[in-house]
């Protein structure tokens, strides 16, 4: 098992920013892919970005490049989305994940098989 608990969503305005942070708790996360991939009502989970489980490479979805900073610190076994400019198609669920099976930096859901909880982002206009 590899619990993944995400923290820092909440209610911002366009043009601000929020900080997520997925927390690992009973297994390492340091040898891992990990990924952020967001949910909106009556959409589904969407990629967001992911990172290599050295933190040397990174990807994100087109819709948040530039704006978003995926980043892990294998020492302390987190990994956080830092979001700025952001815009009210940002609001969704958002849930990091572990491919323990993985590697690179995929970008298909259906590569992790640890998932957190979720945070609500909530971006108002």
């Known amino acids: 098992q590899v619990p993944l608990v995400e923290s820092g969503g909440g209610l911002v305005q366009a043009g601000g920013s929020l900080r997520l942070s997925c927390a690992a708790s009973?297994?390492?996360?340091?040898?891992?892919?990990m990924g952020w991939f967001r949910q909106a009502p009556g959409k589904e989970r969407e990629f967001v970005a992911a990172?290599?489980?050295?933190?040397?490479?990174?990807d994100y979805a087109e819709s948040v490049k530039g704006r978003f900073t995926i980043s892990r610190d294998n020492a302390e076994n987190t990994v956080d989305l830092q979001m700025n400019m952001l815009k009210p198609e940002d609001t969704a669920v958002y849930y990091c994940?572990?491919?323990?099976?993985?590697?690179?930096?995929?970008?298909?859901?259906?590569?992790?098989?640890?998932w957190g909880q979720g945070t609500q982002v909530t971006v108002s206009s």
């Open positions: 994940a572990a491919a323990t099976r993985g590697a690179g930096i995929p970008r298909s859901r259906n590569t992790y098989n640890y």
């Open positions: 990172i290599t489980w050295s933190g040397s490479n990174t």
């Open positions: 009973g297994r390492a996360l340091s040898f891992y892919p």
